[in-house]
């Protein structure tokens, strides 16, 4: 689950009012971890599945499935 994966620290919704008048809303994840470099040999399984998750739920909230528009993932520093 994204909320209890070890690689997650915060999980909310923004939203901020566009132009238009409509909401854009936004689930904003927040990560301490660095996706690695896809030219770098390194594996890393977690944030591999943590990625698919992410995913999978832009491709729901892009298609009206969800409460929110997008997803976005930060990095905690």
Sequence with gaps: ML???PYVQNVHVEEARLADGTIDRVLIVESKKDKPSFLNA????????????????????????????????????
């Design 42 to 77: 390194y594996n890393d399984n977690k944030m591999d599945e943590l990625v698919r998750q992410l995913q999978s739920l832009d491709t729901l909230a892009k298609n009206g499935f969800a409460d929110f528009k997008r997803v976005e993932i930060r990095e905690m520093h």
């Design 3 to 5: 909320v209890t994966h």
